[in-house]
């Protein structure tokens, strides 16, 4: 019951024929390291061959801590949902592109 309550039952996965409209965007949120200490978040979107991954967001400036880069990327890729109950959405091959910060931080979670 603690599950339904917080939206992760566990259902069938739908058929590609059930699949809606505006399917959820495959974006992926990683931490890399290009200097002692300077942590930097990236956010990759799988192509539409399943193993092609495009650079879709970097953050601009480093973190000192891989935590602190990591939220900051969750939190890129929250803004990028609209949503958060939803998540990023694909609307046919239409695709809204953000270059900015998030506003919000997760750090203090």
Do not use: K
């Amino acid at each position: 019951m603690a599950d339904a309550a917080h939206g992760t039952e566990h259902d069938s996965p739908p058929t590609p024929d059930d699949a809606p409209a505006n399917q959820l965007r495959r974006i992926s949120v990683h931490v890399i390291e290009p200097g002692s200490g300077r942590y930097f978040w990236v956010l990759l979107e799988q192509g539409d061959d399943p193993l092609t991954w495009r650079e879709l967001l970097a953050s601009q400036r480093p973190c000192r801590h891989w935590n602190h880069a990591l939220t900051d990327g969750m939190a890129a890729l929250m803004e990028l949902a609209g949503d958060v109950r939803e998540g990023p959405r694909e609307i046919g091959a239409t695709r809204r592109s953000f270059a900015r910060m998030p506003e919000a931080s997760l750090r203090n979670w």
